[in-house]
């Protein structure tokens, strides 16, 4: 979650544009997806691996893409993910 958040920061810095999804709108979904897979793994411990590997994935979308568009999209798809697992 560190390296996405300062992912994030470091993308913000470098393009000035206004974008539909902002920083504040990523971070909360980052502190909302990370407080869901918490309850799903303190209920069902055996799907620890599962759910750091998908939260891997948004970080690696972070890294790869300066398209906050896609990476809230991202987030969405595994907040999405994580409710219907609880």
């Known amino acids: 979650m560190r390296r996405t958040l300062l992912a994030l920061s470091l993308l913000l810095a470098a393009t000035p544009a206004a974008f539909a999804c902002s920083e504040d709108e990523l971070q909360a979904k980052s502190i909302q997806l990370s407080d869901l897979v ?22 690696r979308t972070a890294e790869r893409t300066s398209d906050l568009d896609e990476i809230c999209a991202a987030y969405d798809k595994a907040i999405g993910e994580a409710k219907a697992g609880q």
């Open 38 to 59: 918490k309850a799903i793994v303190a209920k069902d411990p055996n799907q620890a691996d599962a759910w750091r590997q998908k939260q891997i994935e948004v970080d």
